[in-house]
């Protein structure tokens, strides 16, 4: 996946008593949303539920991960797995 180049943060990383807000960019550009959702969530562990939702083998509960519909299921063995939900 190709990177979408992101606004220029000069502004934003000088010090504090010369620094600015974001660029308008990031709070109204889909572009730039996806950019930080993929830095943000997608190249890390996310919590996206609790072993107490699926408490028995079998259950299975729906998530909506940031526009992602994932299953969380609690397998026979008791292990909790996640699968994308298409």
Known sequence: MSKIPLTNLDSVLTSIHQAKGLPNDHYISDAVFEEEKIALLFDNWSAIGFG????????????????????MVRGTNGEINVFQNT
């Open 52 to 71: 107490k939702d699926i408490p028995k083998e079998g259950d299975a509960k729906p998530i909506n991960f940031v526009d992602m519909p994932l299953l």
